[in-house]
T-cell receptor
């Protein structure tokens, strides 16, 4: 299975942008990059996904490197409710096992 | 529109017992996946059910088994419980034929299983 690496933890000040990196150097041409996050005491929730082009939605933006070996999840203005563990995942088909790594634990400082 | 629901929310069992956890998928979803999440770790994939068949399986022993019903709800069964089976068990639903570009997984709140 393709793998991703993320920093264990990051901190951000409230109302500032946050850039969460993910490395996926073994990504193949058909792998989609998905991001999920898990708030305390909840199940993971979908954030965003993309293939080659940068993507935006109401929650975040996803910036994908030109060689696709890395990507960055961008939270434009961090709030206290964004404190969570963020997971970067690669998927080829809907049949794939969803492989979660340890993720990045984001702390937001008021 | 109800999201993914799981029951029970908490469960305490003793070693050697058997347990059944239940999951109802989000309306319109036909695929159910189960995950085990130990404290401080990411979720670990157990298996996925689609059209009442196990379609994918992670590295879990045969003590872990499942079932999907015609209404797409699912059960996870664990036999001969071990202390190490204590974890949060998550269920996620999705559309099976959508492909990775549309295959968003919706997770339930989980069942907290404690094995004594």
């Amino acid at each position: 299975d393709a793998k991703t690496t993320q920093p264990n933890s990051m901190e951000s000040n409230e109302e500032e942008p946050v850039h969460l990196p993910c490395n996926h150097s073994t990504i193949s041409g058909t792998d989609y990059i998905h991001w999920y996050r898990q708030l305390p005491s909840q199940g993971p929730e979908y954030v965003i996904h993309g293939l080659t082009s940068n993507v935006n939605n109401r929650m975040a933006s996803l910036a994908i490197a030109e060689d696709r070996k890395s990507s960055t999840l961008i939270l434009h203005r961090a709030t206290l409710r964004d404190a969570a563990v963020y997971y970067c995942i690669l998927r080829v088909t809907s049949y794939d096992k969803v492989i979660f790594g340890p993720g990045t634990s984001l702390s937001v400082i008021p | 529109d109800a999201g993914v629901t799981q029951s029970p929310t908490h469960l305490i069992k003793t070693r050697g017992q058997q347990v059944t956890l239940r999951c109802s998928p989000k309306s319109g979803h036909d695929t159910v996946s189960w995950y085990q999440q130990a404290l401080g770790q990411g979720p670990q994939f157990i298996f996925q059910y689609y059209e009442e068949e196990e379609r994918q399986r992670g590295n879990f022993p045969d003590r872990f088994s499942g079932h999907q019903f015609p209404n797409y709800s699912s059960e996870l069964n664990v036999n001969a419980l071990l202390l190490g089976d204590s974890a949060l068990y998550l269920c996620a639903s999705s559309l099976g034929g959508g492909g990775p570009s549309t295959d968003t997984q919706y997770f339930g709140p989980g069942t907290r299983l404690t094995v004594l």
